[in-house]
């Protein structure tokens, strides 16, 4: 048999062509040289491919060869330009599905995991990519995710991080928050248990400060299709709008606030609806037993956008009645199983002469249908819905009093003076983006660091603490984070005051992790967050995903 080269390749031909040896000596030969290691040569121009790392499951499937195969490419054809390529590789590690498998398979997640990787490592390794393993990175383990908690530590104290109750899916049976995703009509994903509301205490990233300048951003960002741009502008969702009040029949002082984007339609509101969540759907119910069990049905409904648009709109009189405060006219109040808690003021305005959804909402209750918006040429009918109706750039006031005539811009200028004057609105600008909740009660995630204290409130891990470790060896049931039932993590001192506290217990959504480790990867072992090493690599120049 022919022998191997110092280049691992064959010196002569063989009588039958044996790939996988070819492979293995080419493998072995690429390692031991180092051939893929990326290195910081500024004399070189460099090239940062980046493909989405994958979550170990076990095995590679077809999706994952397609993605590596393409970033491959993309990686040796830059190295054969002369290029310094960084092509690296890692795990996103943490997350829900390794304490599914934990419970079917009766084991541990860091073992299940940590198997798995090695399984998958070998693989990639494999196919021949050509891939840095030296700056491999796993996000489960301690090195990586102490400068998550450290920059959290850090967030919290510039008050970029703060924690509040908020409204989620909450699965009663495996104990947990669910995202909108994992509920699937009205049940959790897994479980199969029908999902509540519920308010519950959650640490949030306060994205929504910077809500302005990633909207200007986007005109900077060479290359991408507009469609992506167009698609995140609507993500942000700036609108111009006006904030006012309602008072509360025979209340004065109990004002109910709505936001809207069409201020120049207020003179045809019919009817308010508010969340179930809203304190006047509480107060109400708290002496109307039908009431209260509609309120609880809604509860038990996802908390997304896009699930209350294609549900079935559903509402009850909750008996209350608010003062509109142009006409005087009492309003009834409606609760709606298609109003969040979570945006805007958790309450709307319903003009169903020109909002479709109230339109239909107001046909299967009966409620009054006015006409406050008339086009040139067109008709309007109680019959159905026409989109003209909805349409601000056409029209003018009707049945408005004194704002008779005026186009949307003039009529919402007079209407924002004339609430200003009355100490009852303003214009606002808003958004649709909102602060991101970071909060799982789940084991197999980061641990939040944060301590709670009587005396002292919420204090952050001092750094010196850091990182706080996720003990591995546990027992996983589906019933809540064992975290919260193991006193040997929780049970801690008071980093300000000594006395007794307690460690937070839930854990970082897995997208926190994922969305910083194509900046670990330029320098995986920095005694620091980041070093000068990504300042080298960074921007990323490709990435490949779609897995």
């Not at 008071?494 to 480790?517: I, L």
Request: proline share 6%; aromatic share 12%; charged share 25%.
């Amino acid at each position: 048999m022919a022998g191997f080269d110092s280049f691992g390749l064959f010196a002569a031909m063989q009588e039958r062509y044996d790939p996988s040896l070819i492979e293995r000596a080419a493998q072995q030969n690429w390692e031991q040289t180092r051939a893929f290691k990326a290195r910081e040569d500024s004399a070189k121009p460099k090239y940062y491919c980046l493909s989405m790392f994958p979550y170990p499951s076990g095995k590679l499937h077809m999706g994952h060869v397609r993605n590596y195969t393409i970033g491959d490419v993309l990686a040796r054809f830059h190295l054969m330009q002369g290029y310094s390529v960084l092509q690296p590789m890692g795990w996103d590690a943490f997350g829900l599905p390794a304490e599914n498998a934990a419970m079917a398979n009766n084991v541990a997640p860091a073992k299940w995991t940590y198997a798995n990787i090695d399984h998958m490592r070998g693989q990639l390794k494999a196919l021949g990519l050509a891939i840095d393993w030296e700056r491999e990175i796993a996000t489960c383990q301690p090195g990586y995710y102490k400068w998550e908690q450290w920059l959290f530590t850090r967030l919290f104290e510039k008050g970029l991080v703060y924690r509040k109750n908020a409204t989620v899916n909450w699965d009663p049976v495996d104990e947990t928050v669910l995202a909108n995703e994992q509920v699937i009509d009205g049940r959790g994903w897994r479980s199969g248990a029908l999902v509540e509301k519920r308010e519950i205490p959650m640490y949030f990233f306060r994205i929504t400060q910077y809500a302005e300048e990633l909207l200007n951003e986007l005109d900077q960002l060479p290359g991408w299709p507009e469609q992506v741009k167009t698609m995140q502008r609507n993500w942000i969702g700036k609108s111009y709008g006006v904030r006012f009040a309602f008072r509360l029949a025979g209340e004065p002082d109990n004002l109910l606030w709505v936001y809207t984007t069409r201020a120049d339609t207020i003179m045809g509101v019919s009817f308010v609806a508010v969340a179930a969540e809203h304190p006047l759907a509480a107060r109400a119910a708290a002496n109307n037993p039908a009431l209260a069990a509609f309120v609880e049905e809604c509860k038990r409904g996802g908390v997304a956008e896009a699930d209350l648009a294609a549900l079935e709109k559903k509402g009850m009189d909750t008996g209350l009645k608010v003062v509109h405060p142009l006409s005087g006219e009492e309003v009834p109040v409606w609760v709606g199983n298609y109003v969040l808690m979570g945006y805007g003021e958790g309450a709307v305005m319903a003009v169903p002469a020109h909002d479709e959804r109230d339109f239909h909402f107001a046909k299967a209750y009966g409620l009054p249908i006015r006409q406050v918006i008339a086009a040139a040429g067109e008709e309007f009918s109680l019959d159905a819905w026409q989109e003209w109706y909805g349409d601000k750039t056409r029209g003018a006031c009707v049945n408005s009093g004194k704002y008779d005539g005026l186009a949307y811009e003039a009529a919402v200028d007079a209407i924002a003076a004339d609430l200003k004057a009355l100490n009852l609105g303003d214009k606002q600008v808003q958004f649709r983006l909102r602060d991101w909740g970071i909060s799982r009660q789940r084991y197999w995630g980061c641990p939040i660091p944060i301590i709670h204290c009587e005396a002292c409130g919420d204090v952050p891990v001092p750094e010196q603490d850091l990182p706080v470790v996720l003990p591995e060896d546990v027992t996983i049931t589906g019933r809540g984070s064992p975290l919260a039932k193991m006193p040997a993590f929780y049970e801690c001192a008071c980093p300000k005051c000594g006395k007794p506290a307690r460690r937070e217990t839930d854990t970082m959504d897995t997208f926190v992790e994922s969305s910083w480790y194509y900046a670990r990867y330029a320098c995986p072992d920095a005694d620091q967050m980041l070093d000068e090493r990504a300042n080298h690599w960074l921007p990323v120049d490709q990435y490949v995903g779609g897995i």
